[in-house]
């Protein structure tokens, strides 16, 4: 995965009034995608995007992994103004680690339609909660 920022932290400028809104809603689904599988680790998730097509604003707390399963170019809106650009390429994994709280949206600019799993670790364990095992 390529990741370009496109726009700064606090620059709002650039923003349409309804994704204004829907920050200032703060209405965020934890839903990643649509599920596929749970259990007390772990979620699986997957995204489907067709060209054009967006999924609104929505709330990750947990580290996850993505895996594309087709070339893609998503622009990604960051609740703290920041606009990243995403180019995928088929096969490419990546993962992220969730210190906060992250809100974003995901809108599909490319040609082709995404497809996205990603598997979300539910377990959130701070380095104190480890400690008693060393």
């Not at 606090?10 to 009034?17: A, E, H, I, M, V």
């Not at 097509?53 to 960051?78: Q, T």
């Not at 180019?87 to 600019?109: P, W």
Request: aromatic content about 8%; overall charge negative; some cysteine.
């Amino acid at each position: 995965m390529v990741l370009t920022k496109i726009n700064p932290i606090g620059n709002f400028d650039c923003w349409s009034p309804s994704w204004l809104r829907e920050i200032k809603n703060k209405n965020f689904s934890s839903n990643i995608g649509q599920p596929l599988f749970e259990n007390a680790e772990l979620k699986l998730w997957q995204i489907v995007l067709e060209p054009k097509e967006r999924l609104p604003f929505r709330r990750h707390l947990n580290a996850y992994s993505c895996n594309c399963l087709i070339d893609g170019l998503l622009l990604s809106r960051n609740a703290n103004g920041a606009i990243d650009l995403l180019r995928f390429e088929r096969g490419e994994t990546y993962f992220r680690e969730c210190k906060e709280e992250a809100i974003h949206d995901l809108e599909n600019v490319g040609e082709n339609t995404v497809k996205i799993t990603i598997v979300e670790d539910k377990l959130i364990l701070s380095e104190k909660s480890l400690s008693h095992l060393f």
